[in-house]
């Protein structure tokens, strides 16, 4: 451990700020790490009780022992950031609730490290902001749309829309269990931490019910506009994910103009905690070159 990661503790870096962006005015909740001349912003999935810290705390000391500042932001309607009903596009939300957070920091340009639902939110965020971005890494998300060979929603999707409808342990255990590849790398510490995010916070949970009520398609399916998109891009995926299918990955691959991707054997919907290590090898070189 360095002295740049000795304080590395969600309560240490966690952050509260008022943001007024587009049709939000709410409070967001992130964490705030590290130094450096560029910044890296993680944006969580969708699950209920993800948050910034849950999704990448195997991610952050290796980027910020290389001497970048790191922000996890939590969502509206995630962790301790807002609630908010969403009835339009979920991708298009989320992009300005992060223009919000970069205006208040007076962050010009950052990198985009996107999980699942941030993945989407971070092609939203490049397609109505390029100059504001750097390279973008995507992992299991990107577009909402159809896969070519699995039925949507997929298993994964159902099990996680049912745990929002009906919040219990063992709901959590089987939506987990399908989230990775290796379910035994599952702990009961991780699942309980992820009941007490989960039911800590009712109301995001009716909201995300709402809002899939108003409007099912929460992402939007950017695939024609992906060729707008010319910032450097690693795609990451999953060979197993049961969440969003890997044949996603190769339409963002085919749209985008300057991606890579690869794809991991053996791994689930979490690649970079399934593959912490190689996953982090992988990104800090994307960065660096
Ligand atoms: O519905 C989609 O396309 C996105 C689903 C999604 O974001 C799921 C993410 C789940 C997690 O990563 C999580 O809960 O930690």
New binding site residues.
């Given amino acids: 451990m360095t002295a740049q990661t000795h304080s590395l503790t969600e309560a240490a870096t966690s952050r509260l700020v008022r943001i007024r962006e587009a049709d939000l005015d709410l409070q967001l909740h992130y964490n705030d790490m590290g130094e450096g001349p560029e910044t890296i912003v993680m944006l969580?999935?969708?699950?209920?009780?993800?948050?910034g810290w849950?999704?990448f705390n195997r991610n952050l000391e290796p980027l910020v022992n290389a001497g970048y500042r790191v922000i996890l932001m939590d969502c509206p309607g995630w962790s301790k950031s807002d609630p908010i009903v969403c009835s339009g596009s979920r991708s298009d939300l989320n992009a300005n609730a992060l223009k919000g957070l970069l205006n208040a920091l007076n962050l010009e340009q950052v990198h985009l490290i996107g999980?699942?639902?941030?993945?989407?939110s971070a092609v939203a965020f490049a397609l109505a902001n390029p100059q504001r971005i750097g390279k973008l890494v995507l992992m299991?998300?990107g577009t909402?749309g159809p896969s070519q060979f699995v039925p949507m929603?997929t298993e994964?999707?159902k099990l996680?829309q049912g745990l929002y409808r009906d919040p219990t342990i063992n709901n959590l255990k089987q939506?987990m269990k399908v989230?990775v590849f290796d379910s035994s790398s599952l702990t009961e510490e991780l699942f309980q931490t992820?009941l007490d995010n989960m039911l800590s916070q009712q109301k995001h949970l009716d909201n995300f019910v709402k809002s899939l009520a108003a409007n099912p398609k929460?992402?939007t399916d950017y695939g024609p506009r992906l060729g707008e998109i010319a910032a450097p891009a690693l795609i990451i995926w999953g060979r197993d994910d049961r969440?969003?299918p890997m044949d996603?990955g190769l339409r963002l691959l085919w749209g985008m103009q300057n991606a890579e991707l690869h794809i991991f054997n053996r791994c689930g919907?979490?690649a970079q905690w399934e593959h912490a290590d190689k996953f982090n090898r992988m990104v800090l070189d994307f960065f660096q070159h």
């Fill in positions: 969580h999935g969708s699950g209920p009780g993800a948050s849950a999704n999980n699942s639902m941030g993945a989407h299991g998300g909402g929603p994964g999707i996680l939506m989230f992820r929460q992402f969440f969003v996603v919907h979490w």
